[in-house]
């Protein structure tokens, strides 16, 4: 029978110790086992407990194995004075992921959580796990920030360091604790939160890939609400992380707008896939019956999203699910007009090949031609003409037509099309400037050479 007394001589705790040897594995040191059992009676880790064996006046140690069968007295000593040189020493033989050096450090005892960084962020950031495993043992501070608020557990999961972050969540790490001010937040419900506008470890997770991490972090929130995890989904569709997002879904996350997000507030999952470009994304979103009219703040749909940023693929899904190739945004331009403004071409085709309508003019008047001659894109502005879109329809508010603005814009191999094409060189704007008259004005009657009389 082991007895373990404090300096007053109280006894502490009584072992059986071969029933206790006996539940250690060969490779276990009894000693250490016997001061990691303790911690649970003193609440302080074994780099701060010393066990003297009593009649002998000796202090165990590891090996020890011979000395162990004695009565022994626990003695509980304080953290060193520690220099400047010492804190250095262990944050570098954290970041090397130096086990033995730790190890020797701690037994000193040194208080694991001095430095800036803490030795324990500068291993959650390298993945050394062993090194992280014994300062959560020495009751390293689990939750130490960075002066950006960053923890450990959003470090480790920033870097996918998978097993750091498990052994982290084990020690009860705070897996809500955002920065102060993430760029990515994780969009909840909760309005108070939501304003600090902080990236958890769960966001970061969304928005580096990390699967595993992902998955483990949901596993380890069950009873996460689906709103919350709405946000998740929409930082991996921006991100085309196609397998987070299909965990996401698979987990019952919401396809819906998120009211905050960042600088696109109302934007949905499959508006930013359409955005980025994310064809494997955008078709895993519809094929869990995502809805594709669902718009943004902005009034545009996924088609003009996609329209907008020149990405075909992704135009072509949509229009092969059925989009509405017509809807307009708040402005009134629909897809075509997006695409022909911004100069994409295959996606200009594709639209004209789903019969969309040429003729449909924004708010101010615009058809899609206007729009494409006034920018100067010359190859959209001829596909739309081989298309009989209307060369003479005035499309702003000082009565412009396609030939004027281009001309009045310099875009002169764009003006020399429309010409060619017959479009009317006489046509008035409101203060009765014609094509010709503005062409003249600007040195450029070559371009538009006046009618024959």
């Not at 009676?41 to 780099?47: A, D, H, Y």
């Not at 796990?129 to 920030?145: C, G, I, P, Q, Y």
């Not at 007009?337 to 994409?344: F, K, L």
Request: aromatic share 2%; with cysteine; net charge negative.
């Amino acid at each position: 029978m082991l007895r373990i007394h404090s300096v007053s001589g109280e006894v502490l705790v009584t072992i059986e110790l071969q029933s206790f040897l006996d539940t250690l594995t060969a490779e276990s040191s009894p000693v250490r086992a016997l001061w990691q059992h303790l911690h649970s009676f003193c609440g302080q880790p074994r780099f701060r407990q010393r066990l003297l064996v009593l009649g002998d006046d000796i202090l165990l140690s590891d090996t020890d194995d011979e000395h162990i069968l004695k009565p022994g007295e626990l003695v509980l000593v304080n953290f060193i004075s520690t220099s400047a040189l010492q804190v250095e020493e262990l944050q570098n033989a954290a970041g090397r992921g130096q086990t033995s050096v730790v190890e020797t450090i701690l037994q000193r005892p040194q208080d694991p959580d001095l430095g800036d960084p803490a030795p324990l962020l500068i291993a959650s950031q390298r993945g050394h796990l062993e090194v992280a495993r014994l300062l959560l043992e020495a009751k390293a501070d689990k939750d130490k920030t960075l002066n950006d608020g960053a923890t450990p557990l959003y470090i480790s999961v920033q870097h996918g360091h998978l097993e750091v972050a498990r052994i982290l969540l084990d020690a009860k790490a705070d897996m809500d604790k955002g920065k102060n001010n993430g760029a990515t937040p994780l969009f909840i419900a909760d309005k108070e939160k939501a304003m600090k506008n902080g990236a958890t470890p769960l966001s970061i997770a969304a928005e580096k890939g990390h699967l595993e991490v992902a998955r483990f972090l949901l596993d380890a929130k069950a009873n996460m609400d689906n709103s919350k995890k709405a946000g998740l989904l929409l930082i991996a569709a921006e991100e085309g992380h196609l397998e987070v997002a299909r965990l996401l879904l698979d987990s019952k996350a919401t396809m819906g707008k998120c009211e905050n997000h960042g600088a696109r507030p109302l934007s949905t999952p499959l508006s930013l896939a359409a955005e980025k470009g994310h064809l494997d994304v955008a078709r895993l979103l519809l094929d869990a019956k995502a809805k594709m009219e669902k718009a943004t703040i902005t009034g545009a749909t996924p088609l003009s999203v996609a329209a907008e940023k020149g990405h075909s693929e992704v135009a072509r899904l949509l229009l092969d699910a059925k989009a509405n190739m017509d809807k307009a945004k708040n402005h009134g331009t629909t897809p075509l007009s997006v695409a022909a403004e911004r100069g994409h071409l295959e996606v200009a085709r594709l639209l004209l090949d789903a019969k969309a309508n040429m003729y449909k003019a924004d708010n101010d008047g615009a058809t899609p031609l206007f729009l494409a001659a006034e920018k100067g894109h010359l190859e959209v502005t001829r596909l739309l003409l081989d298309a009989k879109a209307n060369m003479d329809k005035a499309g702003n508010e000082h009565g412009d037509t396609p030939l004027s603005i281009a001309t009045h814009q310099l875009n002169l191999e764009v003006a020399r099309l429309l010409s060619d094409a017959k479009a009317d060189k006489e046509k008035a704007k409101n203060d009765g400037a014609t094509p010709l008259v503005i062409a003249a004005h600007q040195g450029h009657l070559e371009v538009l050479p006046p009618p024959a009389r």
